[in-house]
């Protein structure tokens, strides 16, 4: 999975260190680490894992309910990872993630960082488990056994 598709890792920093809002989605888990940089004098930055959205103007609607504080966002940048959840950090993403985080100036923001990279790399071993099970997956051959 990890070496099939090429990702600008230069592209996805920058835009994680300009982005007002940014859904980092994974196809493979069906969910979004959705993070939004904005604040107020009552709430700090949200980084949590989401389902993903089936498009854009969803994704502003469950914006909208998570964040009811804050107008919709003046920009939304979408970034999919189609690449397993270690690479996050093997590719220096997760440090762009919480130094722009903890550019917000909420420290405590930091624990919810660390706790969706770690409810993603649970729900990835999950998938990775069910697909060698065959769990919540069909088979395309199916080895026969001998008579």
Not at 110 to 136: F, P
């Amino acid at each position: 999975m990890d070496s099939d598709f090429r990702v600008d890792i230069g592209e996805v920093r920058r835009n994680i260190e300009v982005g007002e809002v940014i859904s980092l989605y994974f196809p493979l888990l069906r969910k979004a680490l959705l993070i939004d940089t904005r604040t107020n004098a009552t709430e700090g930055p949200l980084v949590r894992v989401v389902a993903m959205a089936e498009s854009i103007e969803a994704r502003f609607q469950s914006l909208r309910k998570l964040r009811p504080a804050f107008e919709k966002p003046e920009s939304l940048t979408v970034i999919p990872w189609y690449k397993y959840v270690s690479s996050l950090e093997r590719l220096g993403v997760w440090d762009a993630i919480v130094r722009r985080i903890v550019a917000t100036g909420y420290s405590n923001a930091v624990r919810d960082c660390n706790e969706a990279l770690e409810q993603l790399r649970r729900l990835e071993e999950k998938e990775v488990r069910e697909a060698i099970a065959g769990e919540s997956y069909q088979t395309l051959w199916q080895c026969e056994k001998p008579s």
